[in-house]
């Protein structure tokens, strides 16, 4: 669990979350809810969580979002821009990897904003010219996992944060493939194998 808490974690820093600002997480799979837990964690004034799930909603509440939005593409970037008062989020996580869910991140990034984005997009392509004019700083990558982990094992062990609650399904490990099976077809968020 601490391993997935580190990539949201890099997530939040890699889009430059500030106390105070606006963040948006786009996905409400475990990236983006333990995405939220990060943002609360460093001081992020508004989070706007991207989920059209109730379960995922309220969870993310739980993990202190502070507005839901269930809309996606250019209707959902319309929302936040019309909850920042026509400019965007300061930080966007983009925690899904698609060209739709990036391209909504993009949009809905202020000027001058950051985006982070963890895991590997899956054929994701962008317009440089316009990442350039935009002013958007784009940064992810492969965690540095020492960096984070003892701040996260000390969070954790004193129960600041309960990242373990996107564990919706335990299974046998020979049952890893029903895990994920459940995960695709959203009847469970995250689910642990245990032998």
Known sequence: MLGRSRHRLV??????????GAVVVVGDGAVGLLGVLSAKQMGAGRIIAMSRHDKRQKLAREYDATDIVAERGDEAVALVKDMTKGIGADSVLECVGTQESMMQAIKSTRPGGHIGYVGVPHGVELDGQKLFFDLVHLHGGPAPVRRFLPKLIDLVLNGAINPGKVFELVLPLDQVAEGYRAMDERRAI????RT
């Open 190 to 193: 995250k689910t642990l194998p």
């Open 11 to 20: 997530s939040a820093d890699a889009a430059n979350v500030k106390p105070g």
